[in-house]
């Protein structure tokens, strides 16, 4: 039961986390930031870095060296002048001899590489690259395509094809999923939904880290400075660790919500006209109501553990040691999470659902991005429910034995004591 | 029936009996002295008091009930380690520790303005506890003991740390509250603040009451054949006198046991005799700290620190 002791806890703590600019800078910093990581990362991603690459493409017919020159100049990147191309003729037995002739410009890099095509590639299409740096992606990105188109018209010329019947030998198969669910519908699914349970357990894991940390020493500060008995003449350790847990847990909760409001407001309203390429997600209230009941008990686990190593500990060195073994808990789920993004029906992704802790992330990545029947969502929420029964008493005893001592860093014997004493 | 009551208090750890067995009484509106060596198990017993700690056996009695939460919310608690949340500001501080006790609202703000006022605190009202000095916070914390109105207020080691014209202050706010019918509970090793301010005392030794009692029925009982003087000049010769049994030095105080107290006029003469001024003669009283001495020794004792446990 919530009293006053425990009410005027939760208020101080509100006052020193939710009402200071540092939870304003905090709140508008990390979407900042983690936009900012993102889109660096597909800014690194789309950056090349080919712009003036120099190939010599070389074939062993001069008809085929006249279609690819024919094909190669009218694509833009060579119109552009990001890929300078120039072409020749060469037989493949004096081809040694031809980039042993050339060898000095590929080391010193006025050439970037020569592409060698057989007339053996018309019917294996296997072709040769001889470069200084001879697995460049980048460069058989670009090219690969327009060989390839090269070399099928080549192939078909001869087997009077339409333009039409040629088109569609040009083509590659593309995948469209289609989600098949409960409801009557199938309905078509990008990668929305994908990129929205990212986000979820980006939101989740970045909240949990940063706010145990700001508990643990919040919690280490009172022991040190001595307050704590004064606290502990007036609340008991129990009232105070449990308005610990609500005030730190109400400040994350509203940071979260103001972190998902944008979110909740683009993908279930129509307020907003979006742009084409915004992806259609599909997702209503129901699955923020979930996500955010799960992170709500995420929050209180992660609480009541950072709090107890807080208290067990006196200095932020040694205390980082006992907060290690938490921080895993947050981390290896963190990982898994993205282990679901090639198949999120992985068996370990499954077992993890149901794993203590583990839970906490993987459930609520895992439905949003597959339907997963209610009674194993609620399964789910009980597991969260009973760690947190089982793990606080534990948790409990230890932070009231702990908050009181000092001296030595206690050792696992030490606590394994401290557990078994009857205070 | 008496405010409170310890019976038996005992409290282990590992091998140590940091409290042993220990029993006492406080009267209701009573300055009640716990005086004893550092490391006597003061603090313990006040810990427990307070249900800070719980207590290995024994029981603590609550106008006659055992204590709880009630007891707590009518305390005002000064630790011997003082601790102040540093961010905070001054008033806001004094408003929390209040808060936590129930009692919160304007009369409360009002009554937390006047004593930061009196501790001449107005000024800093609205300054973080971190850019205090010293003796202020020592001050802030004091308020913070007694701004929800306290009938109990449990003060240990108070005057440590602190200016002597705080320290006078702060006597004079603690028989203010005794005037008020309020209980006052103060551990102290320093045996002349506790003489004067207490009526009742517990003599706490290597965690065991060695005395317990109203302090001028102590001081009668073992004040008998007893001189409490202050002089200068040596007064060596009194070592080996035939009339006089015993002679104990304190600070500027010496206590002479006498084999027979008809015998004072006959002290007083030698005294003179021996070209000693007397500063103060008294017969039939003696210093606590003689008193401490007689029964517990001065044998050294380690100190003990629950906290290394």
């Known amino acids: 039961m919530i009293n006053y002791r425990i009410l005027a806890v939760i208020k101080r703590e509100l006052r020193e986390k939710l009402m200071t600019k540092s939870f304003i800078v905090m709140t508008l910093l990390v979407p900042v930031f983690m936009f900012g990581l993102i889109g660096i990362q597909v800014l690194m991603a789309g950056y090349k870095g080919d712009k003036g690459t120099r190939i010599v493409l070389i074939t062993e017919m001069e008809s085929l060296t006249d279609q690819c020159r024919g094909y190669l100049s009218e694509q833009d990147f060579v119109r552009d002048g990001t890929y300078i191309l120039s072409y020749d003729t060469v037989s493949k037995q004096s081809l040694k001899k031809h980039i042993e002739s050339s060898k000095k410009e590929i080391l010193s890099e006025k050439i970037n590489g020569i592409i060698y095509i057989p007339s053996t590639a018309l019917k294996t299409k296997k072709i040769e690259y001889y470069s200084k740096t001879p697995n460049n992606a980048v460069v058989f990105e670009k090219l690969d395509n327009c060989i390839n188109e090269v070399l099928i018209d080549r192939y078909f010329s001869e087997k009077d094809l339409t333009d039409e019947e040629l088109n569609f030998v040009r083509k590659n198969v593309s995948f469209d999923g289609f989600k098949v669910s409960e409801k009557e519908e199938i309905e078509a699914e990008g990668f929305g939904k994908t990129g929205l349970a990212m986000l979820f357990s980006f939101l989740i894991y970045m909240s949990v880290i940063f706010s145990s940390g700001a508990t643990l020493n919040s919690v280490l500060e009172e022991k040190n400075s001595k307050v704590v008995e004064v606290l502990l003449s007036s609340v008991n350790s129990r009232e105070l660790m449990t308005g610990k847990i609500i005030g730190c847990t109400i400040t994350m909760f509203v940071q979260m919500v103001i972190w998902l409001l944008p979110v909740i407001i683009l993908t279930t309203t129509s307020w907003f006209a979006l742009p084409d390429w915004w992806p259609d997600l599909n997702i209503g209230y129901g699955q923020f109501i979930y996500f955010l009941i799960n992170f709500l008990l995420a929050c209180i686990i992660f609480q009541g553990l950072s709090a107890t190593v807080g208290a067990m500990f006196d200095n932020p060195q040694e205390a980082q040691s006992g907060f290690f073994p938490v921080i895993i808990l947050i981390m290896i789920p963190f990982f898994l999470c993205f282990s679901m993004i090639r198949n999120p029906s992985n068996p370990i992704a499954i077992a993890a659902s149901y794993i203590p802790f583990a839970t906490l992330m993987v459930m609520p990545f895992r439905s949003t991005i597959v339907d997963i029947p209610v009674w194993k969502l609620v399964l789910s929420q009980l597991i969260n429910i009973a760690t947190i029964m089982l793990i606080f008493p534990i948790s409990g005893k230890l932070y009231r034995i702990g908050i009181l001592k000092s001296g030595t860093k206690p050792t696992l014997r030490e606590v394994f004591r401290w557990l078994k004493s009857p205070e | ?309």
């Open chain 2, 1 to 309: 029936m008496p405010a409170l009551e310890v019976r038996n208090l005992t409290k282990i750890f590992g091998e140590i009996r940091a409290v042993d067995n220990a029993s006492f009484e406080v009267p209701e509106g009573s300055i009640f002295g716990l005086i004893g060596r550092n490391g006597a198990g003061k603090t313990t017993t006040i810990r427990m008091l307070m249900n800070i700690f719980i207590p290995t056996s024994g029981k603590i009695i609550f106008k006659g009930a055992p204590i709880d939460q009630t007891f707590r919310a009518r305390v005002g608690y000064l630790p011997e380690e003082r601790g102040l949340y540093k961010k905070m500001k001054v008033l806001e501080t004094v408003l929390f520790f209040s808060e936590v006790k129930g009692k919160r609202g304007k009369r409360v703000t009002e009554k937390a303005r006047e004593y930061l006022e009196r501790f001449e605190l107005t000024n800093r009202i609205n300054a973080k506890v971190e850019t205090l000095s010293k003796g202020n916070q020592q001050k802030v914390q004091f308020i913070s003991t007694l701004l929800h109105d306290p009938d109990f207020l449990v003060l240990d080691e108070p005057f440590s740390g602190m200016d002597p014209i705080n320290i006078n202050l702060l006597k004079d706010i603690i028989q203010e509250k005794r005037r008020d019918g309020k209980v006052i509970i103060l551990s102290t090793h320093l045996m002349d603040y506790a003489e004067k301010l207490c009526d009742h005392i517990a003599m706490i030794h290597k965690g065991q009451v060695i005395l317990n009692g109203n302090l001028s029925e102590i001081k009668t009982d073992y004040s008998k054949n007893s001189v409490k003087l202050m002089h200068e000049g040596d007064i060596s010769f009194l070592d080996n006198h035939p009339m006089v049994r015993n002679v104990t030095k304190f600070g500027n105080s010496v206590g002479i046991e006498l084999t027979d107290i008809n015998q004072t006029q006959d002290l007083l003469k030698l005294l003179l005799e021996h070209n000693v001024k007397i500063n103060s003669f008294d017969v039939n009283d003696i210093a606590l700290n003689e008193i401490f001495v007689k029964l517990a020794g001065s044998a050294p004792k380690e100190e003990f620190n629950f906290d290394k446990l």
